[in-house]
């Protein structure tokens, strides 16, 4: 791999809420940056996953808000941040199955549940960060080993 | 090469072309890469599961022809996708999947009878794929 360590990339895409159509061309993004400088793809592939869910949960959760990637050679960092409402439950919201989603946003293959719970099982360690009515933060690493 | 094997039972990969030949399936792009081949099969509309679960170089069965799928199929490196009971995808979606070089399938049947027919023909369950990754991703080494 080329690429120096000590200088890491960086790719910051902006979400907009409910904006379905242009949902997970960040993810999309990051997954093809990650190819050009070619990591093994089942890092690739736990990258992609992770942000993709995460991306997804901000257009249909949140009020807008962006993800950040990081990449050097020996971490990808995901920073998922958005403008609220927040998550209330953190614990709640990461068991598996749990879903607010509506009838409408499952009716388009979402609400399963599963995302908050996808993204820590692709990740090394994510942590959560979420107040009521100014946002939630989402820290993804996933290590490049 | 395939990098998974089965402790139990023959390696079953599938053509494209016999996929298509199997579901009486109608080809919306990727007419050109009916060579491809397949080692496992998921079918689903919930497609959390799917990047939850697919493994291998998976052909996804749904019924859902909206971008979500489109986008699931390309973090799990899907092969194929292919749409159940005779629903079709718009234009702007079978263009995305061109421009991606995704084959995009169709099958009058039913998801039952879809996964029905591949299974048959020997296609596994991501579930029944295994070579030291359990479901969850983590490898022997982890566990
Ligand atoms: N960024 C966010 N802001 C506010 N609430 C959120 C956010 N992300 C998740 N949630 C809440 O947590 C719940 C669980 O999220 P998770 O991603 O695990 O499942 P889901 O999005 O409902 O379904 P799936 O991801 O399987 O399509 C959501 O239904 C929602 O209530
Ligand atoms: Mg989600």
């Known amino acids: ?145 | 090469m395939p990098h998974y094997f089965f402790s139990w039972e023959e390696y079953v990969l599938l053509k494209l072309r016999e996929v298509k030949e199997l579901l009486e399936a109608e080809v919306f792009t990727g007419e050109d890469k009916l060579d491809l081949e397949v080692e496992s099969g998921f079918g689903s509309d919930l497609m959390s599961d799917v990047l939850a679960f697919a493994r291998g170089k998976v052909i996804l069965l749904t019924g859902l022809t909206n971008n979500h799928v489109i986008n699931t199929a390309t973090m799990v490196d899907a092969v194929a996708v292919v749409f159940v009971r005779g629903k079709r995808p718009g234009p702007e979606l079978i263009a995305a999947a061109e421009k991606i070089g995704l084959p995009l399938l169709g099958t009058r049947f039913i998801m039952f009878s879809s996964c029905g027919r591949l299974y048959q023909a020997g296609l596994k369950g991501c579930s029944e794929l295994r070579v030291g990754e359990n479901l969850a991703g983590e490898t022997d080494e982890e566990k």
């Open chain 1, 1 to 145: 791999m080329k690429r120096n360590s000590k200088q890491p990339l960086e790719i910051v895409i902006p979400i907009k809420m409910k904006d379905f159509k242009a949902g997970g061309d960040g993810a999309a993004r990051i997954k093809q940056v990650l190819q050009k400088i070619g990591f093994p793809p089942d890092i690739i592939r736990r990258v992609a996953i992770a942000a993709y869910e995460a991306e997804m949960n901000i257009v249909i959760n949140s009020l807008g808000g962006e993800i950040k990637a990081t990449v050097s050679t020996d971490v990808i960092t995901i920073i998922a941040r958005d403008y609220g409402p927040g998550i209330p439950d953190i614990e709640l919201a990461m068991q598996e199955g749990y879903s607010t989603a509506p009838r409408e946003i499952q009716e388009m293959g979402f609400g399963a549940g599963m995302g908050l719970p996808n993204i820590r099982r692709c990740a090394d360690r994510m942590t959560v960060e979420s107040k009521q009515g100014q946002g939630t933060t989402i820290t993804i690493e996933i290590y490049n080993r």
